[in-house]
């Protein structure tokens, strides 16, 4: 059950990330992305975006390095889009990272379209007992800095 309460400070958190996501430097190849860490009392941990530190990065990767051994079991994952589950630049996709880090929660807006590699990142992380919360209303913001992606 999630409370109004609860479900504010979702699309509060949530709305950041994808704001976040402007920050990227432009590509014709990966998503821009936001991500935003926040522990178990609604503070910020870490954010991140897409290219952040270097033109592979993904957002949640860039934002949980910035958080390497601390603890993340009570912290929430907000991610403008679907967490990867496979990727092309990488050996270890997002829902790997975050499972690894031991973070229980994600909340996304966007679900990954089908166009660089197969999304399933939600599968994967479902399937680990990870609660995962998609929060559709905030897609479109989520989707327009990758409007030249997808149009
Ligand atoms: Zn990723």
Known sequence: MTTDRARHDDLRWLA????LA??????DTAFSVGAV???AEGRELARGHSRETDEKVHAEESALAKLAGRDLTGATVYSSLEPCARRLSRPEPCARLILRR???RVVFAWREPVLFVEGDGVETLEEAGVEVVELPELAD???EPNAHLIN
């Open 22 to 27: 402007r920050a990227c430097p432009p590509s």
């Open 16 to 19: 950041l990330a994808c704001d």
């Open 102 to 104: 031991g973070v229980r």
């Open 141 to 143: 913001r989520a989707r």
């Open 37 to 39: 860490v926040v522990d």
